[in-house]
């Protein structure tokens, strides 16, 4: 069984890459700006993917055998 702080960990590791993720390419590595309209998008549809999974209503994840 996994505690619910690791799961809590998990959660919060695949946030940071819902939200760092998309930003790596569209900054082509850092190398470029992107548009702060562009950042509040990926940012807002981080949030729903996050919610979608991990929010209220969510299917429980089913742990590793």
């Known amino acids: 069984m996994v505690s619910r702080c690791s799961r ?3 959660a919060a590791e ?3 890459a819902l939200l760092t993720g998309p930003m790596e390419q569209r900054s082509l ?4 700006a ?3 309209t562009e ?7 981080a949030v729903r993917t996050f919610l979608l ?3 209220p209503g969510a299917e429980p994840a ?3 055998a």
């Open 8 to 10: 809590r960990a998990a």
């Open 14 to 16: 695949q946030f940071l």
């Open 29 to 32: 590595l850092g190398t470029r």
């Open 34 to 36: 992107v548009p702060e």
């Open 39 to 45: 950042l509040r998008a990926a940012a807002q549809a």
């Open 53 to 55: 999974a991990f929010g």
């Open 62 to 64: 089913v742990e590793p």
